[in-house]
């Protein structure tokens, strides 16, 4: 069986760093969502919707949906997902925020063409 007619399974990273500049908005979003969830259990509900208020990162994690950046790709199927949220301290300048973009580095040589020691 040839490489194409068989199942391969690719790990898409995606890192994105979003600043809040309405919380209160962000909330309350987090909250509809919440309650239009007719899977979470009330219990649930009460202590998601408490924590939204309470941390935008929480807030955005129940408003993300990653199947959403590939819903319309054809030939795919997505077999698992997961995400995080954090807050960060974020300084556009610091080594730890380059994440490449401008020479096509890929990261920690996952492309196996980086030949660096």
């Given at each position: 069986?040839?490489?194409?007619?068989?199942?391969?399974?690719?790990?898409?990273?995606?890192?994105?760093?979003?600043e809040i500049?309405?919380?209160?908005?962000?909330s309350e979003?987090?909250?509809?969502?919440?309650?239009?969830?007719?899977?979470?259990?009330?219990?649930?509900?009460?202590?998601?919707?408490?924590?939204?208020?309470?941390?935008?990162?929480?807030?955005?994690?129940?408003?993300?949906?990653?199947?959403?950046?590939?819903?319309?790709?054809?030939?795919?199927?997505?077999?698992?997902?997961?995400?995080?949220?954090?807050?960060?301290?974020?300084?556009?300048?610091?080594l730890e925020?380059?994440?490449?973009?401008?020479?096509?580095?890929?990261?920690?040589?996952?492309?196996?063409?980086?030949?660096?020691?």
């Amino acid at each position: 069986m040839s490489t194409s007619e068989t199942a391969r399974y690719v790990r898409l990273r995606v890192d994105v760093v979003l600043e809040i500049d309405g919380p209160a908005e962000l909330s309350e979003a987090a909250e509809a969502r919440i309650d239009s969830d007719e899977f979470m259990p009330e219990e649930e509900r009460v202590q998601a919707r408490a924590v939204a208020r309470e941390d935008s990162a929480e807030a955005l994690a129940h408003l993300v949906e990653p199947f959403d950046l590939i819903r319309d790709v054809p030939g795919i199927e997505m077999v698992q997902a997961s995400w995080s949220t954090e807050e960060v301290v974020y300084d556009p300048d610091a080594l730890e925020w380059d994440l490449g973009e401008e020479d096509g580095d890929a990261e920690d040589g996952e492309d196996g063409d980086d030949d660096r020691a």
